[in-house]
């Protein structure tokens, strides 16, 4: 979950409240290179189908149109049952191959959102079975970050876990020495 941070000083630290319920859905989309030194990348939905994590949690993924242009991902049909637990994605021959994704220096990804905010994603390749298997752990960074840019763990120093523990809501503290505290 993106959220802005509210404003806070020494005497009055920043607090903010994150909360919202947990409705997965499958997205599939571009991941384009940014450019800058730290070669961020964004991905942008195409397009997404809300799907169950015990019962209706599969789902067909196509290609319609002509890649790179004229086309897109697209769900064919309503999910179906697949194994509880689990999401399933099944991508069928009409993707674009992996030698077609490089040509145009940006990739065809697929992945599960939560609250229509994608969380992972993974390349989208042709004739394959994607399996997502939502265990939700929250972290919260401090930063300056664009909507659907993709975040690198590996740069985030100081991300700091929040655990909801059966609840969906949870107030968190920004402290003056640039640590978070939960309220």
Known sequence: MLGGAAPGNPSNQSQSKFEWEIEYS???????????TMNPRRFDTATNINV???????????????????GAPA???????????????????TIPTNSQQLSVEETLNVGIAMNSRTIVSVQLLPNQTYQFTPEPTYYIIAGSFLVGQVVD???????????????????????ETNQFELK
């Open 75 to 93: 769900f064919p049909a309503a999910p179906s049952d697949g194994p509880s637990g689990v999401i399933l994605v099944y991508s069928d021959l």
């Open 26 to 36: 499958v997205t599939a989309g571009y991941v384009s290179q940014l450019g800058g």
């Open 153 to 175: 763990t590996a740069i985030s120093t100081s991300a700091f876990e929040i655990k909801y523990q059966g609840i969906t809501d949870q107030t968190v503290i920004f402290k």
């Open 52 to 70: 169950e994590v015990e019962s209706q949690n599969a789902v067909n993924l196509t290609y319609l149109g002509t890649y790179p242009d004229g």
